[in-house]
């Protein structure tokens, strides 16, 4: 019979959400209230961005981004720009497990909050709602990692 092992609870493996909120928001539109006479479908960009910040011995601070510009034309119907952070608890874990809890679990569990912001914004400003679509944060971290290792391979 294999002898099993225990780690002191000291040791044991810590990820706890200490707390999830918005951090940032706005909301612009520049060329109201002529614009929202346009007939024409709006273009939309949108763009994201995951960082991560150590606040203490084992506290992190994660922030997905996200911002949504329409235009018609080259005219600005609406921009919002959010940033959703959690505040999470790490501790105990290995080092190379660390970034992609960081940068693939933490973003996951942010990335609702700030797709209903986002959403939420849009509604009050009186447009359709944009939805934000799934995101595959393990994806978006990989392709990072690579651009950060070609640059520091140049």
Same mark, same amino acid.
């Not at 994201?48 to 018609?72: D, H, Q, R, W």
């Given at each position: 019979?294999?002898?099993?092992?225990?780690?002191?609870?000291? @040791?044991? $493996? /810590?990820?706890?959400?200490?707390? /999830?909120?918005?951090?940032?928001?706005?909301?612009?539109?520049?060329?109201? $209230?002529?614009?929202?006479?346009? @007939?024409?479908?709006?273009? *939309?960009? &949108?763009?994201?961005? /995951?960082?991560?910040?150590? *606040?203490?011995?084992?506290?992190?601070? *994660? %922030? /997905?981004?996200?911002?949504?510009? +329409?235009? &018609?034309?080259?005219k600005t119907v609406f921009l919002v720009e959010c940033k959703q952070g959690g505040i999470?608890?790490?501790?105990?874990?290995?080092?190379? @497990?660390?970034?992609?809890?960081?940068?693939?679990? %933490?973003p996951q569990i942010v990335y609702p909050y700030l797709r209903g912001n986002v959403a939420?914004?849009? +509604?009050?400003?009186?447009? $359709?709602? *944009?939805?934000?679509?799934?995101?595959?944060?393990?994806?978006?971290?990989? @392709?990072?990692?690579?651009?950060?290792?070609?640059?520091?391979?140049?």
């Open positions: 019979m294999a002898e099993v092992q225990s780690i002191p609870a000291d @040791q044991a $493996p /810590v990820f706890l959400i200490q707390r /999830v909120y918005l951090k940032e928001a706005s909301l612009e539109q520049p060329n109201s $209230p002529a614009i929202l006479l346009e @007939q024409q479908q709006p273009s *939309v960009d &949108i763009q994201l961005a /995951v960082e991560s910040t150590p *606040v203490a011995e084992g506290i992190y601070e *994660v %922030c /997905v981004a996200a911002t949504v510009l +329409t235009k &018609i034309a080259d999470f608890e790490i501790r105990n874990m290995p080092e190379d @497990q660390l970034g992609p809890i960081l940068g693939i679990a %933490c939420d914004h849009i +509604t009050r400003a009186g447009f $359709p709602p *944009v939805h934000l679509a799934e995101i595959n944060f393990q994806a978006m971290y990989e @392709q990072q990692l690579a651009q950060q290792q070609g640059q520091v391979a140049q």
